[in-house]
């Protein structure tokens, strides 16, 4: 088992820079894909991006150029650097793991067995 916990987020004015960070336990995530989701009220769960155990990464078109994934397999840890945030970025995001698995295919929500707990990202215009 693989448990995520998730800190960062909070309000801040379009234009402006968060980073999101997400400790993993139980588990060296070295082997797994690590990706960020987020949740708008009112919508579905959507892909942000995602990173490989080799460090590559894939996003979002809605995100690609602002935000940026990196992870730290030593330390367990994957993070989510936005800027230029924009008011329509604002939702809960989530990370999540899954073994075995592309950048591309993370997207897919079902076959993910592993969530962070949720982050909340307000973006004021």
């Known amino acids: 088992q693989v448990q995520l916990v998730q800190s960062g987020g909070g309000l801040v004015q379009a234009g402006g820079s968060l980073r999101l960070s997400c400790a993993a336990s139980g588990r060296a995530i070295s082997t797994y894909v690590m990706g960020w989701f987020r949740q708008a009220p009112g919508k579905e769960r959507e892909f942000v991006g995602a990173v490989s155990s080799g460090g590559s990464t894939y996003y979002a078109d809605s995100v690609n150029g602002r935000f940026a994934i990196s992870r730290d397999n030593a330390k367990n840890t994957v993070d989510l650097q936005m800027n230029s945030l924009k008011p329509e970025d604002t939702a809960v995001y989530y990370c999540?793991?899954?073994?075995?698995?592309?950048?591309?295919?993370?997207?897919?929500?079902?076959?993910?067995?592993?969530w962070g707990q949720g982050t909340q990202v307000t973006v004021s215009s």
């Open positions: 999540a793991a899954r073994q075995w698995t592309t950048v591309q295919d993370m997207g897919i929500l079902h076959e993910i067995p592993y």
